[in-house]
């Protein structure tokens, strides 16, 4: 490959110093965040802005405070166990149900697949009530599957996976059909590693989601034992609570976390596979 | 009983049919090939008797069994797709290997399996790499070696080599005649290139229109055919066809008139009750170009010559003849060609008849025409 170095335009510049103006925005109450943590407890945060942290071991006994004096550590295992649980039902229900719609032909497919897709045009907002209706009266308020189950079923996993798998050549099922291969091993060895890509991207997706999650764990579970870090940290946000501002930004810090590094560490795959969903497996 | 038999086989989508009536007994060890212009149906019918397309009506057995409701894998057939269809996501090993997997064999037995395998088709080197860092040549390899694998009892291909440059093809296609010699497996074959098929076919099989035109060895087709679309399908330049105005019987045989404008010409033919119009087919071997002076007896016909075709042994002489008839000759190296009009003597002992519904009129008393 050659590499033509050319000189830069003012568009070049412009665009960089745009881009970067636009990070410097979405990346500053972050930084501030980190600054109000590792700092001496009292020490003035909003007036007259620091824009480096000054005490690091003050962050680390904050966190170690939050951790063991607070209910924050139980939160982080239910939300853990809320987000891999519905990454695991997402991926299986919705890889099994697009392997169907996009690789095979049977009665109602097209009207099946329109209605799912037409329940991504509804709200959240819409279907929330009647979902805790359901969820009350099978008795699974305040319990660990009533969190999960509903949010197992994914129009837009379904959508997405279909984009990919529809990719998939007839050619290679047929072959692997002669090949003697039953539905479901066809699905587990040729399908499913296929769109190994977009299932990375959509368990990604579905962990930013679930871990952001806030309105249905406050709704379907009461009991301080089943609430999830965002329960904890809107406790600590919450009007009548004693914390001071610099925990209560630890404690904001420690939520977001597990989702930067996730986005971090897999930010190649996500990218990949939100640019190939549709084109290749 | 033959060893595969297609009997009144048809196929259609919804309303719209696409096979129509096909019978066909194929025998163990034949290679067959199954040729015709594109949406005739020949993958329809390969895929149908792989198992992966259902069939409307008729039954297909192998081996005395009907196996119209077998699943594809229980057929014992193997199928080497136009795409190859190799598993992107697995090794060559793996490709190989997978309808082995699949039937729960031992590990010992997948390796030595395997391994003979790729001997055969010197896929030993490749064998850890994935379908992607394959050639052209090679992915067809591997993809023979997934068929071969399963010791299948027939193979079918879907024009496997439509895909490979033309010296690879004829390379693969030598590498197809061989392996069908070592194994001496029945094959049945796909293509579109009727040089392939004459090539490679026992009996080859020509369709149009959902229908079997003719099956047989291709020297059959080539000299015998049985309608006129085979005739001009089998043979490269095709053969010429000469309209024929009337046909009257004469004593011994017919009279021609109006071939091609005004020749006639006297056929020894007992075809009672024949009348015109008809086509006369000619190969383009079977006519002569003339000195330009001299006179012989025989019917005469003259052309504007529109192209040469230069092929160093041989050249094909494009002639528009006077009522506009396309002809196309063979001339040897030492015919002069440098005249703008050219004098063709034709051999009516070769020559074949056609109705003009397209059906071979054949001498009721003699094997030829
Ligand atoms: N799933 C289908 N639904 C409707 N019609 C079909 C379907 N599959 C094939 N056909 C039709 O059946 C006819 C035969 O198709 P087929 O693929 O067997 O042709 P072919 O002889 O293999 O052609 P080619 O040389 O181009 O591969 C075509 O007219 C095609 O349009
Ligand atoms: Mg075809």
Known sequence: ?281 | MPFLDISSVSKSYGTQGVLENINLSIEEGEFVVFVGPSGCGKSTLLRMISGLETISSGTIAIEGKVVNDIEPAARGTAMVFQSYALYPHMTIFGNVSFGLRMARNTKEFIASKVAQVAGILQLNKLLERRPGQLSGGQKQRVAIGRAIVREPRVFLFDEPLSNLDAELRVQMRAELMDLHRRLGTTMIYVTHDQVEAMTLADKMVVMSGGRVQQAGPPLTLYDDPDNRFVAGFVGSPKMNFLPVKTVEPASGGVQLSGIAGNGTAFLPLEAPGLIGPIEIGLRPEHIRILPASGSEAGLFLEGRVTLIEELGSESFVHLDLDDGTRMTVRAGRDADLSAPTLRLAIDLSHALLFGIDGDRIRSQSGPRA
């Open chain 1, 1 to 281: 490959m050659t590499v033509v170095t050319t000189r830069p335009t003012i568009w070049t510049v412009l665009k960089w110093a745009l881009a970067i103006l636009i990070a410097l925005i979405a990346l500053f109450p972050i930084w501030w965040m980190v600054n109000v943590v590792f700092s001496m407890p009292g020490e003035p945060v909003s007036l007259n802005p620091r824009l480096w942290p000054t005490s690091l071991s003050a962050g680390i006994e904050k966190i170690r405070v939050i951790f063991t004096e607070t209910e924050y550590l139980r939160a982080y295992g239910i939300s853990l166990i809320y987000a891999v649980l519905t990454i695991a039902g997402v991926l299986t229900f919705g890889s099994l149900a697009a392997f169907e719609f996009s690789l095979f032909d049977f009665p109602g497919r097209r009207i099946l697949f329109g209605i799912i897709l037409l329940s991504l045009m509804v709200p959240t907002a819409v279907t929330i009530i009647p979902t805790y209706l359901l969820t009350s009266q099978l008795g699974w308020l305040n319990t660990m599957h009533g969190l999960v189950v509903p949010g197992l079923a994914s129009a837009f996993g379904l959508f997405m996976l279909v984009q990919f798998m529809r990719a998939v050549p007839k050619d290679m099922i047929e072959a692997a059909r002669l090949d003697g291969a039953s539905h479901f091993q066809i699905y587990w060895h040729i399908a499913l590693p296929l769109c190994r890509n977009a299932m990375v991207t959509l368990a990604i997706l579905t962990f930013m989601q679930t871990w952001g999650n806030y309105m249905w764990p406050l709704i379907v579970s009461s009991k301080p034992q089943l609430y999830t870090v965002g329960q904890v940290v809107g406790l600590f946000n919450s009007p009548l609570s004693h914390q001071t501002v610099d925990m209560v930004m630890t404690a904001n810090l420690l939520a977001a976390i597990p989702p930067l590094l996730f986005f971090l560490i897999f930010q190649r795959k996500i990218v990949e596979g939100v640019a190939m969903s549709g084109t290749k497996g």
